[in-house]
């Protein structure tokens, strides 16, 4: 499909999906246990595994660490990150219906993770967003009891790459290819805005620069647009959402061809 773009707008609602994300990842904790407890009492020969209830338990997770890394790549704290998994993991707490639980968790701090985050959009052709914490889950009082380590990954990368054509007018002529990946799976993206250099100056590129824009369908993007300016490199800069609101940027030097 092909359409031309003038500008795709940012949504920086992060806290508003933080709580969202707290709420649902009660509900559907609260629900599995529901469920669990349901078929355990009617003695259902399909009562649906514990397992199940520690699956739901690390998708809430991911949710939580999705919408805080939201929030940190638009500016946010990195402790953002732990406060919400601290509110997360004392909702886990009260829940008692399976018996004594708690989730503990441990985000990532080394050489590139700060407070579990971890932002980089000053590498040549490639921009990361990315959040890491490992959780430990323990349940007390079932039938089972449940000790369970596990670790989430949530991380928004965005490539770029391209080259320019000089036209009769002298105008360049740029070609880029974007690709948007989630944890390293080709993603779509909701939001994107490309810039060019010019004498020092970021400038955005719109319609009047015959902006056009190839969504393939699969996390890839072709674009194009004009530019009237005299260096012999054209520096390009694109800044983009992903469909979890994930902010993430990444530049490239585009050359003539």
């Known amino acids: 499909m092909k359409r031309q773009v003038e500008e795709f707008r940012a949504n920086?609602?992060?806290?508003?999906?933080?709580?969202?994300?707290?709420a649902i990842a009660v509900l559907v904790s609260s629900t599995t246990i529901y469920v669990y407890e349901l078929s355990r009492d009617t003695n259902s020969s399909d009562r649906p595994p514990l397992n199940d209830f520690v699956l739901s338990l690390k998708q809430s997770a991911?949710?939580?660490?999705?919408?805080?890394?939201?929030n940190v790549s638009n500016g946010g704290s990195s402790s953002v990150l732990a406060t919400n998994l601290n509110t997360f993991s004392q909702l886990v707490a009260s829940l008692h219906h399976l018996g004594t639980m708690s989730l503990d968790f441990t985000p990532l701090n080394d050489s590139t993770y700060?407070?579990?985050?971890?932002l980089s959009w000053n590498t040549s052709d490639i921009g990361v967003s990315s959040a890491y914490v490992n959780f430990t889950l323990r349940v007390y009082g079932l039938e089972?009891?449940?000790?369970?380590?596990?670790?989430v990954n949530v991380?928004?990368?965005i490539t770029i790459s391209g080259s320019y054509a000089t036209?009769?007018?002298?105008?360049k002529q740029v070609s880029l290819t974007c690709r948007v990946y989630n944890e390293d799976e080709p993603a779509l993206a909701k939001n994107m805005t490309f810039f060019y250099e010019n004498s020092g100056n970021w400038i955005q590129v719109d319609a009047s620069n015959d902006l056009f824009i190839i969504d393939q369908g699969n996390g890839t993007y072709l674009v194009s647009f004009t530019v009237n300016i005299p260096s012999d490199t054209v520096p390009v800069s694109?800044?983009?959402?992903?469909?979890r609101n994930v902010f993430v940027l990444a530049n490239t030097t585009c050359s003539g061809t």
């Open 167 to 171: 036209l009769l007018s002298g105008d």
């Open 144 to 151: 089972e009891d449940i000790d369970a380590a596990f670790a």
């Open 155 to 157: 991380t928004t990368t």
């Open 62 to 70: 991911r949710n939580v660490m999705i919408s805080s890394l939201a």
């Open 238 to 243: 694109v800044r983009g959402y992903d469909s």
């Open 12 to 22: 920086r609602s992060g806290q508003l999906l933080i709580v969202a994300a707290l």
């Open 114 to 118: 700060d407070s579990g985050t971890y």
